[in-house]
């Protein structure tokens, strides 16, 4: 399977602009995207799924369970099912869900 950035669907969060190359409504049991990080993310709680983050260039911080990391280019995070989580900072970040989420696979904390 290749898919090319100009296949991507942009959703425009405002704080961030995601990127899917994969979609959960698309059926793949995962969904893989860019997220360009403005600001940042909301406070999430993820449900039923695992959720990594590769940092592709920039900085900022994730904060995981009220633990905060600093994160830079070539760090991976791993967001794990019942984790509350956000970040902030500039990065351009790679995001891989399994299986793949959507909107229903977080509780939104703030």
């Known amino acids: 399977m290749k898919i090319s950035w100009n296949e991507r669907k942009i959703s425009d969060h405002?704080?961030?602009i995601a990127n899917f190359y994969v979609k959960k409504e698309d059926?793949?049991?995962f969904n893989a995207l860019i997220v360009d990080v403005?600001?940042?993310?909301?406070?999430a709680r993820l449900k039923g799924a695992a959720r990594v983050?590769?940092?592709?260039d920039g900085k900022g911080t994730f904060t995981i369970n009220e633990t905060v990391l600093g994160v830079e280019q070539n760090d991976l995070i791993v967001i794990q099912d019942g984790?509350?989580?956000s970040y902030?900072?500039?990065?351009?970040?790679?995001?891989?869900?399994v299986p793949a989420t959507d909107r229903d696979n977080e509780e939104k904390l703030e």
């Open 14 to 16: 405002g704080d961030f």
């Open 27 to 29: 059926g793949k049991p």
């Open 38 to 43: 403005l600001k940042g993310h909301y406070k």
């Open 53 to 56: 983050y590769l940092v592709l």
């Open 83 to 85: 984790d509350a989580y």
């Open 88 to 97: 902030e900072g500039k990065m351009r970040l790679f995001e891989f869900n």
